[in-house]
Structure formats: C-alpha cells, structure tokens
C-alpha cells in the first residue's frame, strides 16, 4: 500500500513537502515515482527516484522547484516543492515501478495552487 499525505492549498510562489509511505512491498527494491493528475487532464510522471535514490529525473516542468528523495529505512518518499504554480494543481499520488500502472498508484493528496 501507498499512502500519501501533505497536500492542501497554498499560494502562489510557496512551499509545500509531500510524503509517502509504503508497506505490503520490499521498498527498497522499486524505482519511485511522484504522479500528478489534473482536473480533466491525463496522468502525467513528476519525478522518479532509483532504488538505492543516488539518481532521480523530473518532468521540464518541475525540473529546478520539485525535489524527490527516499528513505528506505523507513519506508517513505517525499517530494519537496517550491515555487509552487496554479498549474501545480492536480492531485498528486505515489507509484511503485512500473509507474504508468494505475494499480502501482497509492491514494492521492490534493494539491491546489491559488491565491
């Protein structure tokens, strides 16, 4: 199971860090994505982090405001956002590898970007 927490509302130009935790699988050995879906738009990969989380990519349109990091001895992924856009609003879910699997999907946290 995936369970992620952390969203809410936030003004344009803040902050907010999402967290995920994990359990019912061997953490450590997945690739971890950060998925967001918008209103009325298709699912779209924020960010992806390695097992061991030495090497992580992010979509062009986060690339430089989102961070992703894992830690593995508890089970969790985060993802720090800064700068935060009214087209940052989606709900954003974690997913195991292979991410575009809806299944791998835990439960989502609303993000909305509003001023």
């Known amino acids: 199971q995936l369970q992620a927490s952390g969203g809410g509302l936030v003004q344009p130009g803040g902050s907010l860090r999402l967290s995920c935790t994990a359990s019912?699988?061997?953490?450590?050995?997945?690739?971890m994505s950060w998925v967001r879906q918008a209103p009325g738009k298709g699912p779209e990969r924020v960010s992806t982090?390695?097992?061991?989380?030495?090497?992580?990519s992010y979509a062009d349109s986060v690339r430089g405001r989102f961070t992703i990091s894992r830690d593995n001895a508890k089970n969790t992924l985060d993802l720090q956002m800064n700068n935060l856009k009214p087209e940052d609003t989606a709900v954003y879910y974690c997913a195991k590898d292979p991410w575009p699997v809806r299944d791998n999907w835990g439960q989502g946290t609303l993000v909305t970007v509003s001023s």
């Open positions: 019912g699988f061997t953490f450590s050995a997945s690739f």
């Open positions: 982090i390695s097992r061991s989380g030495s090497i992580t």
